[in-house]
Every structure is written in C-alpha cells, then in structure tokens.
C-alpha cells in the first residue's frame, strides 16, 4: 500500500512539473513571437549585416531554448506514463 501511495507522490510531482514546464513553453513561445515581430519590423526599415547576425542568433537561441523544454516535457510525460502503466494512480 504505501508504494501506492508512493508512486502516487511521484505522479503527482511530475504532474506538477508538467504544469511548470508548460507554463514556461508558452511563455518562451510568446517571447519567440515577439521576437519574429520585432526581426519583422526590422526587416522592413532595412537591417544591417550585424543587426541581421544579431537576430539571427537570437533566433537560434531562442529555437533551442524551446526545444529544449520540448524535450524535458517529452521525458517527465514518459515517466508519468510509465508509471502508471506500473500501476500507478
């Protein structure tokens, strides 16, 4: 009974780092949206060559930056998975 309720904690924490993993996707997704805006803006008033590397490099930043909460949240959802295919709750 208590490995239940053990994996029920644990079910319960990934739960929680799910929430907190989404939350910060969308608030990085609404950054990279800013971002697209404001290299738009640019774009059209004419940017120079260090302006444009300058972006650029924003840009992939901020590309590996969600991809990298991307991939946590693919691994803390496969944990959960697994576990209540172990029968957890």
């Known amino acids: 009974m208590s490995s239940c309720n053990a994996q029920a904690e644990t079910i319960e924490e990934l739960d929680a780092k799910i929430v907190l993993l989404q939350n910060k996707l969308a608030k990085r997704g609404e950054q990279f949206t800013s971002l697209v805006a404001e290299v738009r803006k640019a774009q059209s008033n004419g940017m120079s060559e260090d302006e444009q590397r300058r972006y650029d490099q924003k840009m ?19 944990k959960k998975l697994n576990l209540r295919q172990l029968g957890g709750n």
């Open 60 to 78: 992939r930043e901020a590309s590996f930056s969600i991809r990298t909460i991307e991939r946590r949240f693919d691994h803390v959802w496969d």
